[in-house]
């Protein structure tokens, strides 16, 4: 059974850092792309961030370039979220999700995934 484990969320103040972790089990995840996503209340999920099978090409949101970074560690079927320089506005809930099986960086900013994590909350107080 696949399943992916979030960790990491918290509340922090405005400028602070947090660093997420996906931990995949199930099967080997080096051969989909992966993303993370968000929902803050009231809003539509968004993708904040994707990375390639082999962690070679990336994707980031406008909101959260030059903030972020998302790599991975295939060896530990596990996908990083970096976050530094929180705002108020990063405060949602974080999710995980696995692209399809030799799916490309753009099928994950597409929105084509296979698998999905139960989230982890981040709060960013001002």
């Known amino acids: 059974q696949v399943q992916l484990v979030e960790s990491g969320g918290g509340l922090v103040q405005a400028g602070a850092s947090l660093r997420l972790s996906c931990a995949a089990s199930g099967r080997s995840f080096s051969v989909s792309a992966m993303g993370w996503l968000r929902q803050a209340p009231g809003k539509e999920r968004e993708l904040v961030a994707g990375i390639s099978r082999s962690g070679g090409s990336t994707y980031l949101a406008d909101s959260v370039k030059g903030r972020f970074t998302i790599s991975r560690n295939n060896a530990k079927n596990t996908v990083y979220l970096q976050m530094n320089s929180l705002k108020p506005e990063d405060t949602a809930v974080y999710y995980c999700?696995?692209?399809?099986?030799?799916?490309?960086?753009?099928?994950?900013?597409?929105?084509?995934?296979?698998?999905w994590g139960q989230g982890t909350q981040v709060t960013v107080s001002s």
């Open positions: 999700a696995v692209g399809r099986v030799l799916g490309t960086l753009g099928t994950v900013v597409s929105g084509e995934y296979d698998y």
